[in-house]
């Protein structure tokens, strides 16, 4: 598939998959949401936006699949690297409760297994809650302060050593919550979303180092991070040894760390595809992102990063009239999950 193929717009003609991202502050929301519409003309999840509009047309097998959930069973197993830290465990908590009552469903018959790769050293609390997997975190000094930086080499040592039944894998993060059961969106080349924010094509300059110019132009490079994406096993493992190598390249060399910043290891993961010849069919609509709304909508707030040493409390007040109705879903899916999550109150 070409790159001028991929990046082609094209009208959505089947269910709509959505991942939501969200940061939440006094007029600010940020959060991550996996949802699907099941069926076309249905409309998109809340707040999803009017056009579900997949950037790439839609391959056939993909249309084959879309109708009443046809075709065989793809599962994927759905992974995501976490800490032991408060503000780690409390979201992986949430996100796993959504997980299980959507892969209860019908329709959730392509999402598999579950595994927190928790990239901590050792095991934690959640352990007897939560299918986990433990490995070694890079060692001292080496993320140098950024801890993502542990992702991509959570990744590789999971797949070296755990045995994972599935074909194909979701990378997820603790703060993605399923809202509609997910369909396997990948094939022969994995899905993944763009994101605004990840532009190869304006730091030609310091990709270079990464991708030469004899291996293609950058724009084989594609605008994403590590997550969400769906992706063959086969394929990761290929990926994943160069996306930790030249995620801690990428670290150590001071302009490419000044141009990246937090988005470093998600620039990454997408040199490493492309150096390995793997390009993603981009879904615009995979996931929802939050909007700044500073000013406008009064003072209501539900910000993530206050509770970095423990969980938020139950049954958060809802939002005031005005915002986005996936703001409104999201708080909803969080108060039902910490009214159900055991010992949510003490901070497990």
């Known amino acids: 598939m070409n790159a001028a193929a991929r990046k082609a717009a094209a009208a959505a003609r089947l269910p709509a998959v959505v991942l939501v991202v ?17 069926r076309g003309g249905g ?39 976490a800490t032991d830290a408060a503000y780690s465990r409390w979201q992986c908590r949430v996100m796993y409760y959504w997980y299980k009552r959507m892969q209860a469903r019908p329709e959730g018959a392509d999402m598999g297994g579950f595994t927190r790769v928790l ?35 959570a990744f590789v040592q999971w797949l070296e050593k755990a045995k994972i039944e599935e074909e194909y894998i979701l ?55 590590n997550s969400p994406v769906i992706i063959k ?11 930790m190598n030249v995620s ?8 490419t760390d000044k ?10 993961y997408a040199v490493a595809s492309a150096l390995h010849g793997v390009q993603h069919i981009l879904r615009k609509d995979f996931m929802i992102q939050g909007v700044l709304t500073y000013g406008k909508i009064g003072e209501w707030r539900f910000d ?13 007040t809802l939002p005031p009239p005005g915002v986005p109705e996936s703001v409104v879903t999201l708080v909803k899916m969080v108060n039902e999950a910490t009214a159900n999550l055991p010992g949510w109150d003490d901070g497990r």
């Open 22 to 38: 969200v940061a939440v502050g006094a007029f600010l929301i940020s959060y991550n949401l996996l949802a699907i519409v099941l």
């Open 43 to 81: 409309g998109a999840a809340a707040g999803a936006g009017r056009e579900r509009d997949p950037v790439v047309a839609m391959p056939g097998w993909m249309r084959a699949a879309g109708s009443a959930g046809g075709g065989r069973r793809r599962p994927f197993h759905v992974a995501l690297t």
């Open 119 to 153: 990239h901590s050293g050792k095991p934690d609390a959640l352990m007897g809650e939560i299918p986990t997997f433990v490995v070694d975190p890079l060692p001292a000094g080496k993320d140098h302060g950024y801890v993502v930086l542990n992702r991509p080499w």
């Open 171 to 225: 990378m997820a993060e603790p703060d993605h919550i399923f809202v509609r059961p997910l369909p396997n969106l990948a094939r022969d080349d994995p899905a993944a979303f763009p994101f605004f924010y990840i532009t190869p094509s304006e730091h030609e300059s310091v990709l270079r180092k990464y991708y030469p110019k004899e291996r293609g132009p950058v724009t084989n490079i594609d605008p994403i991070g």
């Open 233 to 243: 096993k086969t394929q990761l493992e290929k990926i994943a040894p160069t996306w």
């Open 248 to 255: 801690i390249q990428m670290k150590e060399d001071q302009e």
């Open 259 to 268: 141009a990246f910043g937090w988005v470093l290891e998600m620039y990454a």
């Open 304 to 316: 993530k990063r206050a509770y970095q040493d423990r969980p938020p409390p139950r049954n958060l």
